[in-house]
């Protein structure tokens, strides 16, 4: 049977990346939001907060998002 979660349980492989270079930038959840609404992406703080606790899937248009506002490789907000 096919699984779509991580081994570990999560909904997606970027959420322990995106907090951990988040909080490098020492931005709150609320900003990052913030920050990615500015380039077009309608995001709250609460999914930010579900997405880096693995509750949350995350779209290929959220990630490349993610990695401009974040300043990083698309590729290394999924490496585990």
């Excluded at 979660?5 to 322990?16: E, F, Q, S």
């Excluded at 999914?47 to 509750?55: F, L, P, V």
């Excluded at 290929?60 to 490789?73: G, P, Q, Y």
């Amino acid at each position: 049977m096919f699984h779509n979660r991580a081994n570990d349980g999560r909904n997606n492989l970027c959420g322990k990346n995106v907090a951990k270079f988040r909080k490098e930038l020492k931005l709150s959840q609320r900003q990052l939001a913030d920050q990615l609404q500015l380039i077009g992406l309608d995001i709250d703080k609460n999914a930010i907060q579900r997405m880096e606790a693995g509750k949350r899937f995350v779209t290929d248009i959220e990630l490349v998002a993610l990695s401009k506002v974040l300043n990083v490789a698309l590729l290394s907000l999924l490496e585990t």
